[in-house]
């Protein structure tokens, strides 16, 4: 089997790693892939939103089988074009991607169905969101409609805050047409959660639960980035509480999109917040999560593309999703300076139990080299029988990942120990 996965980072590679377990494939295309994603499959220099360019390529290669894994061609229609030309799909079509292509939505959805979340107001206008912010309530949460490279989303803790982040949205246009409508919602605490699950847009099956550390710096501090580490399960995430979130949350939002028409098949990433009036959705995702990918798949016991292709043709039920009882502990290495500015074209070297435990988000060959590319620049996970032993594993091979500049936060998996205490 020819299989072809669209997009280029940590959490492709982490697919690709996977998938590679599976003796029937004989060939497996990332479109456009990294440096470091060359050493497990053939780079294809197409963009993952050119979605002309990859139906033609896939068409000219006989692809038998595609894995579209970023928002953004989800969000355009890749899945849909692909189907057009006979091609079967991982990933939702554009209907249903437009759970996490347009917060309104997913925010209108979850009102409308009874889904747990936190209250909101949605505004097309600069001047009624700044009177509504005269006196709604501090802190609160700001987010633009659209994708932002999951940048689109303000904490403020001040009323100025509040409102230079809606002129920064609305006026200043720094997420595009993204900002032209914002959410501004109510500010949640407790434990955030992150379940990806699998579904054929009937059946849902849950994957181990997962702890992502946003912040750039140790204790939390600092600005938010695309994610700096993560650890799996989540010990926050108990049994009681998964059963309430299939009744409360995951069924419901399958039901929900199935009775708008936009049935969902493919992988659901569920934000969670643990509150003291139980789990509440704080955003929906169309794809796998990342870095969670990097954490949850090396968990995963059941041979991936028999479930993806069980998520295409609506075999879900009949289909085993086993995952070890295990730990998992994924340390993000990042460029100096992120997620602001960075410089990029270091050489990278790695011992070799550390590039077989490491995914590449952000690299690129030249001459034979493996260079630095991007902000997030590899996820080393390790896998053990206690946390404890996942966390010190995976800080040990991350020893292992060099390039110049390279930044790594010290504490991940802390926080988690803390709660099993």
Known sequence: MKIMVVGGGGREHAIIKKLKENKEITEIFALPGNGGIAADATCVAVD?????????????????????????PLVLGCVDALNEIGIPCFGPNKAAAIIEGSKVFSKNLMKKYGIPTAEYEVFTDLDSALAYLETA?????IKADGLALGKGVIIAMTR??????????????????????????????????????????KTVKPMISSMDHKRIGD???????????????????TKEIADVCMKE???????????????????????LMLTEKGPKVIEYNCRFGDPETQVVLPLLESDLLTVMKATTEGTLAETEVKFSDKHACCVILASEGYPTAYKKGFPMTFTEEAREATFVAGAKLENGKLLTWG???????????????????????????????????????????????
């Open 137 to 141: 309530p501090i802190p609160t949460v």
């Open 48 to 72: 993952a939103k050119d979605i002309e360019g990859i139906t033609a390529f896939a068409k000219e290669n006989a692809i038998d089988y595609a894995v579209v894994a970023p928002d953004d």
């Open 375 to 421: 902000g997030r620049v590899t996820g080393t996970t390790a896998v053990a029988d206690s946390l404890p032993e996942a966390i010190k594993e995976a800080y040990r091979l991350s020893d292992g990942v060099k390039f110049e500049g390279a930044y790594r936060r010290s504490d991940i998996g802390q926080r988690a120990l803390q709660a099993l205490k």
């Open 160 to 201: 100025d805050e509040a409102k230079d982040a809606v002129r920064s949205m609305m006026e200043d246009k720094v997420f595009g047409e993204s900002g032209s409508r914002v959410v501004v919602e109510e500010f949640l605490t407790g434990p955030e959660v992150s379940v990806l699950a699998f579904t054929d847009g």
């Open 249 to 271: 949350i995951f069924l419901p939002t399958i039901e929900a999109m199935n009775k708008e028409n936009r049935t969902f098949k493919g992988c659901l990433y569920f934000g």
């Open 219 to 237: 204790n939390d501090t600092g600005l938010n980035t695309g994610g700096m580490g993560t650890v799996a399960p989540n010990p926050y995430y």
